[in-house]
């Protein structure tokens, strides 16, 4: 069974960072690309970031490049994502989810339960 | 980013009704176009990738059809299961959702 367990999330004041964390488990991580998507609530999704399968390729939101990284660990199956710079619109909770093939940014066929982020003063 | 304009926002139907939601790309996104049903507190599930592939297990009243700019979702006979809200997404250049189509009991 695919598992996608996150963790990290808080509350952090403007300017601050955190990193998510992604554990990945019931499939060859290593062949999968990895991607993060947030929903904030009552809101719609909002595609963050992805990584391929084997971290040579990624991919970020205009909203979020230049302030937030992605990264993988393929023999800890574990998926990551720094945020430097926080403001108070990237307050949601993250969802990890694993993607079709092993691209950056195809489509996820399965996701976590999400971390929640909150940034506020 | 590739900005993803649906249409309509809100759908209002009925049971055993065709329903069609439309997605617009600012720029051509060729075929890299996904249809995800979310659920409240619940994944979205994805229906349909490559504009028009079914996912397997998705039921045949589903179909995606479109390319370039222009896409479009049609549930072929709705049913008590289909009331969600749709999201399109373009992964062409990067990715972008569009703001999702909630399709609700008329």
């Known amino acids: 069974e695919v598992q996608l367990v996150e963790s990290g999330g808080g509350v952090v004041r403007p300017g601050g960072s955190l990193r998510l964390s992604c554990a990945a488990s019931?499939?060859?991580?290593?062949?999968?690309?990895m991607t993060w998507v947030r929903q904030a609530p009552g809101k719609g999704l909002e595609w963050v970031s992805g990584i391929s399968w084997d971290g040579g390729s990624t991919g970020y939101a205009d909203s979020v490049k230049g302030r937030f990284t992605i990264s993988r660990d393929n023999a800890k199956n574990a998926l990551y994502l720094q945020m430097n710079s926080l403001r108070a619109e990237d307050t949601a909770l993250y969802h990890c989810g694993r993607t079709i093939g092993g691209g950056a940014t195809t489509p996820f066929d399965y996701w976590g339960q999400g971390t929640l982020v909150t940034v506020s003063s | 980013d590739i900005q993803m304009t649906q249409s309509p926002s809100t759908l209002s139907a009925s049971v055993g009704d065709r329903v069609t939601i439309t997605c617009r790309a600012s720029?051509?996104?060729?075929?890299?176009l996904a249809w995800y049903q979310q659920k409240p507190g619940k994944a979205p599930n994805l229906l349909i990738h490559k504009a028009s592939s079914l996912e397997s297990g998705v039921p045949s009243r589903f179909s995606g059809s479109g390319s370039g700019t222009e896409f479009a979702l049609t549930i072929s006979s709705l049913q008590p299961d289909d009331f969600a809200t749709y999201y399109c997404q373009q992964y062409h250049h990067y990715s972008t959702f569009g703001q999702g189509t909630k399709v609700e009991i008329k």
């Open positions: 720029q051509s996104v060729g075929s890299w």
């Open positions: 019931g499939f060859a991580f290593h062949d999968y690309g």
